[in-house]
């Protein structure tokens, strides 16, 4: 924790009071920049100016997790970040939490702009800011040429007051050509869309890239509080069914049209059928969250030598 007086100098500032650095000479060396952001300290948009100038000043570093959740740096900080990114500075970074930073599309499009320049980025959670479709639509198009390869998870979910307006309009393409293997993303492990506009399409494109074998290593799929239906979880169940050397066992599909009382939805019968069908493939348990559909919370499915339902 930081005893002395608040420092004046800016880039102490950013860097020693507001990431706990021990001395502003040992940025270079840091394998995590972690954001202490409080009500007294606030990281924002200035303090990731200062930071992003230092490590282009100071040339590759070895950072490779950058905590910035729940900050103040909005679109323009992280535009200042990205540009860092561009210029080499983190060649080694892994894995970037964003959450709710008050970030919009631009910002986000200056990120994705840099990912190239960062070969080994796995994780990018950029869950609780304002995403639209032509946001995705720039990311489905990083991905397509091939300037992510190290992809393994990705955050793009809204919340339930801050919804990210991604649709089938811009996620049905994205899941076609993963379909069609135009895109091979043979690392990725988790998507995680909850709290966005996309609908039993939009699963059902995702579900035909399982049911060919181009998502091998998928594990979660977090789709809650969508607009997903019966039809989507049906189509899901079909694919898992068919490719029984499916990784998936755990799937989200709880809260769906949780803005409407009375819109279609997930049944508890639906979203069984797709547990099942993940059980018979995969020969072990998985689980599935369908919370608030009636009065079942969550439901279970153990393959052994034959499916069996429990919750």
Same mark, same amino acid.
Request: aromatic share 6%; proline share 4%.
């Given at each position: /924790?930081?005893?002395?007086?608040?420092?004046? @100098?800016?880039?102490?500032?950013?860097?020693?009071?507001?990431?706990?650095?021990?001395?502003?000479?040992?940025? *270079?060396?840091?394998?995590?920049?972690?954001?202490?952001?409080?009500?007294?300290?606030?990281?924002? +948009?200035?303090?990731?100016?200062?930071?992003?100038?230092?490590?282009?000043?100071?040339?590759? #570093?070895?950072?490779?997790?950058?905590?910035?959740?729940?900050?103040?740096?909005?679109?323009?900080? &992280?535009?200042?970040?990205?540009?860092?990114?561009?210029?080499?500075?983190?060649?080694?970074?892994?894995?970037?939490?964003?959450?709710?930073?008050?970030?919009?599309?631009?910002?986000?499009?200056?990120?994705?702009?840099?990912?190239? $320049? #960062?070969?080994?980025?796995?994780?990018?959670?950029?869950?609780?800011?304002?995403?639209?479709? +032509?946001?995705?639509?720039?990311? =489905?198009?990083?991905?397509?040429?091939?300037?992510?390869?190290? /992809?393994?998870?990705?955050?793009? +979910?809204?919340? *339930?007051?801050?919804? $990210?307006?991604?649709?089938?309009?811009?996620?049905?393409?994205?899941?076609?050509?993963?379909?069609?293997?135009?895109?091979?993303?043979?690392?990725?492990?988790?998507?995680? &869309?909850?709290?966005?506009?996309?609908?039993?399409?939009?699963? +059902?494109?995702?579900?035909?890239?399982?049911?060919?074998?181009?998502?091998?290593?998928?594990?979660?799929?977090?789709?809650?509080?969508?607009?997903?239906?019966?039809?989507?979880?049906?189509?899901?169940? @079909?694919?898992?069914?068919?490719?029984?050397?499916? *990784?998936?066992?755990?799937?989200?599909?709880?809260?769906?049209?949780?803005?409407?009382? /009375?819109?279609?939805?997930?049944?508890?019968?639906?979203?069984?059928?797709?547990?099942?069908?993940?059980?018979?493939?995969?020969?072990?348990?998985?689980?599935?969250?369908?919370?608030?559909?009636?009065? =079942?919370?969550?439901?279970?499915?153990?393959?052994? =030598?034959?499916?069996?339902?429990?919750?």
């Amino acid at each position: /924790m930081w005893s002395g007086p608040l420092p004046t @100098d800016p880039l102490e500032l950013a860097l020693e009071y507001k990431l706990g650095f021990d001395d502003v000479s040992d940025l *270079q060396g840091k394998l995590c920049f972690l954001c202490t952001d409080t009500a007294e300290r606030e990281f924002n +948009a200035e303090d990731a100016k200062v930071l992003a100038d230092a490590m282009i000043a100071q040339g590759p #570093c070895e950072v490779e997790y950058i905590f910035f959740q729940n900050s103040k740096i909005g679109d323009q900080g &992280l535009e200042a970040v990205a540009k860092a990114m561009a210029a080499g500075a983190t060649p080694k970074l892994l894995t970037m939490d964003l959450s709710n930073i008050l970030a919009t599309d631009a910002g986000f499009m200056h990120l994705i702009g840099a990912i190239k $320049h #960062c070969p080994n980025l796995r994780d990018l959670v950029f869950k609780q800011n304002s995403l639209t479709d +032509a946001a995705f639509s720039a990311l =489905h198009e990083v991905i397509k040429r091939g300037e992510w390869p190290a /992809m393994e998870r990705l955050n793009l +979910a809204g919340t *339930q007051s801050e919804r $990210h307006t991604i649709s089938d309009a811009s996620f049905v393409p994205f899941g076609h050509d993963l379909a069609d293997g135009v895109i091979k993303t043979t690392r990725l492990e988790e998507i995680e &869309l909850s709290d966005t506009d996309i609908s039993d399409a939009g699963l +059902a494109s995702i579900a035909l890239a399982i049911q060919r074998g181009h998502l091998r290593k998928l594990r979660s799929l977090y789709m809650q509080a969508c607009r997903i239906t019966d039809e989507g979880a049906r189509a899901l169940a @079909d694919a898992l069914r068919a490719n029984k050397r499916t *990784q998936l066992f755990d799937i989200r599909l709880g809260y769906q049209n949780s803005h409407d009382a /009375m819109a279609p939805r997930v049944t508890p019968e639906g979203g069984k059928a797709a547990i099942e069908a993940a059980g018979e493939s995969l020969g072990r348990r998985v689980f599935c969250v369908l919370d608030a559909l009636e009065e =079942h919370s969550s439901r279970e499915v153990q393959e052994s =030598h034959g499916p069996g339902v429990n919750g």
